[in-house]
């Protein structure tokens, strides 16, 4: 069964997104946070905007997960993946020091009628549950 996840974006990252130039979505931390490992192929992404509505939606083909990583893997990472992730050089150096990641390949992005959601806390990824799902499992995909 497919898992869902509520991921909270900038503007500018979404909108690459919806146009097909950023295929791959990246999250780097330095400590394992709860979405580590729990996103797998088939599962399905409501897209918000940072301080906005949940916009968009698509489903996950690949996901590559990162752990114990260097400066020098993150440098590696960059070379290899930043042409699907679309990162700036600041976003790159502010993940220096990171130690988990994970990065998602997307499929079947589309734009969905805009949603506002009650979320206040500062997570930017979000295992969907029975118990907390902001009404968006009502919805489908």
């Known amino acids: 069964m497919a898992n869902y996840h509520l991921?909270?974006?900038?503007?500018?990252y979404l909108e690459a997104i919806l146009a097909g130039r950023k295929r791959v979505e990246s999250r780097f931390t330095k400590t394992r946070r709860?979405?580590?490992?729990?996103v797998l192929p088939g599962d399905n992404l409501?897209?918000?905007i940072s301080s906005g509505p949940v916009c968009a939606v698509a489903t996950v083909t690949a996901v590559k997960n990162f752990e114990n990583l260097t400066p020098r893997q993150m440098a590696e990472i960059k070379q290899q993946y930043n042409h699907y992730i679309m990162g700036s050089d600041a976003y790159?150096?502010?993940?220096?020091?990171?130690?988990f990641g994970f990065l998602v390949w997307l499929k079947d992005v589309r734009a969905i009628e805009p949603v506002r959601i009650h979320k206040k806390d500062w997570?930017?990824?979000?295992?969907?549950?029975?118990?907390?799902?902001?009404?968006?499992?009502?919805m489908g995909l």
């Open 7 to 12: 991921v909270i974006l900038k503007k500018p």
């Open 34 to 38: 709860y979405a580590f490992g729990r």
């Open 46 to 48: 409501f897209f918000k």
């Open 92 to 99: 790159w150096h502010s993940r220096t020091n990171c130690k």
């Open 123 to 138: 997570r930017a990824w979000v295992v969907l549950t029975k118990q907390e799902n902001f009404g968006l499992l009502k």
